[in-house]
């Protein structure tokens, strides 16, 4: 039993063992499990950990990205809207207080807007600090302002409007941000251009004291209790007055008339009303219905004449805030709300100006008024915009400046139409000349204006217009210029002549148009090119000085100018120094009667009416201007600005000439006191032989310059037809050699290379360089070209003679013969060969006579008429066989034979020219100017 009871006990033991290493292994395995659970969990949870990180780490890039866009597009939008507002407040209308001085504006720029502070986005802008874009308000032909303080500094929540104005008593933000304001305003316009009427029945001016200095300019009115209505009142009759007077009905505001005139007759007034305030509850005054009316009309009627409001507690502010015209600004603390910048954005104020900064600008604005306006510069002349006006009625342009300081403008067209100036010699008149034409050349391109100038004085006034050595530009409008003419009257009449052409064919167009004037050419015949001109003479009474021809016919070209200029467009500008130009005219008195603009400088005599004693007193550097023939009530004084200084209408000439396209040709230059050379003779370049088996044209012998606008050569053609040789008249060597040079060159130029022959004799020895140089260059192009002294002479004049005679000459080529002081050899062509019983002289009358239908042409010198006679028979020779002549130092009376005027041409010879003329063109001889042929062409 005992043992069964140790067996029995053993097996439990041992299945007691059994389960309990059962259990110990369960329990192992079930630990090895949980381990690696938490294992697996821990790396799950490492895994989660990091991917966080790299979630967060790619939300941050993005957010940066998106963050950094967005700045630059908000950078850029910020910029964009500060230059945007830099543009609209200039200078002191928006520049920071910390330096802050005035910047007077331009004579043509407008007003713009006035910074108050910088813009802030309402709504948090996330990234760095927001960029200062800066607030602006209008004022200035603008409209009005309407400034509210409710007193508090707690901003209204709502993005809404802020609450319909509470009339609340203006604060001290209100009187800063005024004075900031207005500050603002007076150092960006014209000392002057501003008067501010300021009511402030509550602190008495008190507030914008700092504007004081203005009152002893008369620039600042205070106005005091119960004055409201009055300064309503004032206003309202200034806005009457300016609609009625100044815009009369042509222009809907100041600011159109300024931008269509470049004026700006009225000063702009700004009114500040900083009222008591007002609640419904019967606090505060309140406006009357008069006065309530006033305002009305004030707010609609005002910024069209420059009338403009600043109020402040001035109540109640009815449905006028609600104005378009009104701008509201609402103050808390330091930001502001307005109605320009609406709900986005809030205004962050900028810190008021120093009341130091403020009275010493006021002060200085008033010693500047009261001085009187700076005298006028050469660019006050000019307008905002070159070459945009039209001459189709009229052309008007300033000259200068009036006492006011407004610019006094001078015109031409129906009325006035031409005008005379005056003055004493350095009084101004080029200067005044120069202002004009830069006036007038700045304002109208070269389609609408066309400028003659001669200057019949010593020197070279007019000659900056043309291009010179230093200065390659010139005027464009500038077609002619003529300087040093006062030897040269020739030139004036041939300006007068080509003016006189120009008004038949004006005319002419006209009639074909069925117009009358030259606006409605312009429009009948909008393709047409129909500038105005305008001619100007200074010194013009040389051109009618004495009563020899010249003088008569530039007085009748004259009369018909002046009379039937105006209805074509062309107008006379008569200028002189003395009394005797005047005097030229006062004969006239049919024409002096269309002289109806007169423009008088100091001490100018008989320019202005009888009994109009202005240009006596009128002082240095100043002109009367007046357009109704001198009358006294129609007198302007302008300062006249200088004009000829570097930097004004040099400055002004190369800007325009810049403009021009680059094969524009420049205008004609005639300088009276210059040679012209053969080299710059354009026709001498157009010649040339005639083309094999074209036609075949009688060749031309030019003699030198005319004195004519064309500036063309004068020429004798040598045809086939009797008395087609040229004779130089005169002891003038230099000038006879100069013509015989040109004539030879130039007929060299239209044969081929030894188509032609030339006997060159000379009997002068001064001549015999000058000989020799023709001589040379003849050859140069090719010719035969043979030379004869004294002793070959005679044989030379037999030879061509004979080959006159006979059908079959040796050589049948055209022959030249150019004789040098041919008379020097009278004793030697006199002389008889007592074999044939015939002299060298009888050969020269043979080649005269029969030679240019052979094709022989004498083109010959002699130093006198009578040594002329002499070599062609002697007393009652008869001279046709020369047909054209050139004579240099020969008196009109001499000429006589010559001359199909009875007693000979009126011509008192003088230096460098000569009379030219061809009895088969001319009706008259004309003045020509001997070419300088030293230079070979
Ligand atoms: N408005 C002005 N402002 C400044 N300088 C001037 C003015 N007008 C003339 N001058 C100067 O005075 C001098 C004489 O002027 P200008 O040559 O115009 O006189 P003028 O009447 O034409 O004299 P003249 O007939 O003798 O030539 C010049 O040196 C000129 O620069």
């Not at 996330?126 to 607030?135: I, L, M, S």
């Not at 008369?218 to 815009?247: A, C, M």
């Not at 109020?311 to 502001?336: F, K, N, Q, Y």
């Not at 986005?344 to 008024?369: H, N, S, W, Y």
Request: proline share 7%; glycine share 10%; charged share 25%.
């Amino acid at each position: 039993m005992a043992g069964r009871h140790r067996e029995l006990v053993e097996e439990v033991r041992q299945t007691l063992g059994y389960a309990r290493g059962a259990a110990r292994a369960a329990v192992t395995e079930a630990e090895d499990r949980a381990a690696k659970r938490r294992a697996d969990h821990a790396a799950v949870e490492r895994e989660a950990h990091r991917a966080g990180q790299r979630l967060l780490a790619a939300h941050a890039t993005r957010r940066g990205a998106v963050d950094r866009q967005c700045l630059a597009r908000l950078t850029a939008a910020a910029e964009e809207l500060t230059a945007l507002a830099d543009e609209q407040a200039r200078g002191a209308a928006g520049a920071p207080w910390d330096g802050w001085a005035p910047t007077p504006p331009a004579r043509d720029e407008s007003p713009g807007l006035y910074r108050i502070g910088r813009l802030t986005a309402r709504a948090a802008v996330p990234g760095p600090a927001e960029p200062d874009v800066p607030a602006l308000v209008g004022l200035l032909d603008a409209g009005h302002l309407l400034v509210e303080d409710p007193g508090h500094d707690r901003l209204p929540a709502v993005a809404d409007d802020p609450a319909p104005p509470v009339t609340h008593r203006p604060t001290d933000r209100v009187h800063a941000l005024v004075g900031g304001l207005l500050l603002r305003v007076l150092g960006s316009t014209a000392p002057g251009a501003v008067r501010l009427t300021v009511y402030d029945p509550e602190r008495l001016g008190g507030s914008l004291a700092s504007f004081a200095p203005l009152a002893s300019a008369d620039l600042l009115t205070f106005v005091g209790p119960g004055g409201l209505g009055g300064v309503l009142d004032e206003l309202v009759e200034e806005i009457r007055r300016i609609n009625e007077t100044v815009l009369a009905g042509e222009y809907r505001s100041l600011r159109e008339l300024h931008a269509a005139t470049g004026r700006r007759p009225e000063p702009w007034r700004v009114a500040v009303l900083l009222g008591e305030g007002w609640t419904p509850d019967g606090g505060g005054a309140e406006l009357t219905a008069a006065q309530q009316a006033q305002l009305d009309r004030v707010i609609r009627t005002g910024p069209a004449c420059g009338v403009h409001l600043v109020v402040s507690g001035v109540g109640p502010a009815g449905d006028w805030c609600e104005h378009p015209l009104v701008d509201r600004i609402v103050l808390w603390g330091a930001t502001a709300w307005t109605t320009a910048t609406g709900n986005r954005f809030l205004v962050q104020l900028d810190p008021p100006p120093g009341t130091d900064l403020a009275t010493g600008t006021c002060r200085a604005i008033a010693e500047k008024v009261l001085a009187g306006p700076d005298p006028a510069v050469f660019a006050d002349l000019l307008p905002a915009e070159t070459w945009t006006g039209s001459s189709a009625e009229r052309l008007v342009a300033p000259v200068g400046a009036g006492p006011d300081g407004r610019l006094v403008d001078v015109e031409l067209g129906d009325s006035p139409p031409h005008a005379l100036i005056g003055g004493p010699s350095g009084a101004g008149k080029t200067n005044l000349l120069y202002a004009w034409l830069g006036s007038l050349a700045a304002r109208y391109s070269p389609d609408e204006l066309a400028l003659y100038l001669l200057d019949f004085k010593e020197g070279v006034s007019f000659a900056r217009f043309a291009p010179g050595r230093r200065d390659p530009s010139w005027l464009p409008h500038v077609r002619l210029v003529g300087v040093n003419v006062n030897a040269d009257r020739e030139y004036g009449l041939a300006l007068l002549a080509f003016l006189h052409d120009e008004l038949r064919r004006r005319a002419e167009a006209a009639k074909a148009h069925e117009a009358t004037k030259l606006s409605e050419l312009r429009a009948e015949d909008p393709d047409g090119h129909w500038p105005r001109i305008v001619a100007v003479i200074d010194e013009f009474q040389v051109l009618l000085d004495g009563r020899d021809p010249v003088a008569l016919e530039a007085a009748r070209l004259l009369e018909d100018l002046a009379r039937r200029g105006r209805s074509q467009g062309i107008h006379l500008v008569l200028a002189s120094q003395d009394l005797s130009g005047i005097d030229a005219l006062w004969g006239r008195a049919s024409m002096v009667a269309q002289f109806t603009l007169r423009i008088a400088l100091p001490k100018a005599r008989r320019i202005l009416a009888e009994g109009n004693l202005a240009a006596d007193t009128v002082p240095r550097h100043h002109a009367v201007v007046n357009p109704d023939s001198g009358a006294t009530p129609a007198n302007r004084v302008a300062h006249i600005p200088d004009a000829g200084s570097r930097g004004t209408l040099d400055a002004l000439q190369q800007a325009l000439w810049r403009r021009l396209p680059a094969d524009t040709a420049p205008p004609v230059l005639f300088d009276g006191g210059r040679v012209p050379r053969l080299a710059e003779a354009t026709e001498l370049a157009e010649l040339a032989p005639d083309e094999p088996g074209g036609r075949v044209r009688a060749p031309v012998a030019l003699v030198g310059r005319t004195i004519d606008v064309t500036g063309r050569s004068a020429a004798v053609r040598l045809s086939r037809s009797p008395g087609r040789n040229l004779a130089v008249l005169g002891a003038r060597g230099t000038e006879a050699c100069d013509v015989l040079a040109t004539a030879a060159l130039s007929l060299g130029r239209q044969y081929r290379a030894g188509g032609v022959r030339f006997s060159l004799a000379c009997l002068d020895d001064d001549a015999v360089d000058a000989t020799k140089q023709v001589l040379d260059e003849l050859r140069v192009l090719g010719h035969d070209a043979d030379w004869y002294d004294r002793d070959g002479v005679c044989g030379l004049l037999a030879a061509a003679a004979a080959d006159l005679g006979t059908d079959r000459a040796p050589d049948t080529r055209p022959h030249i013969l150019l004789l040098y002081a041919v008379d020097a050899a009278s004793s030697l062509l006199e002389r008889k060969d007592p074999a044939t019983r015939r002299s060298a002289r009888d050969d020269l009358k043979d080649l005269v006579a029969r030679g240019p239908e052979q094709r022989t042409h004498v083109v010959g010198w002699w130093r006198s008429v009578p040594r002329l006679r002499d070599d062609l028979g002697g007393v009652g020779a008869r001279l046709d066989a020369f047909g054209a002549w050139v004579a240099l130092d020969v008196q009109g009376p001499d000429l006589a034979p010559l001359s199909t005027q009875p007693g000979g041409p009126a011509w008192y010879p003088r230096t460098r020219r000569a009379l030219f003329f061809d009895r088969a063109v001319h009706r008259r001889p004309v003045v020509v100017i001997p070419y300088d042929t030293t230079e070979a062409p």
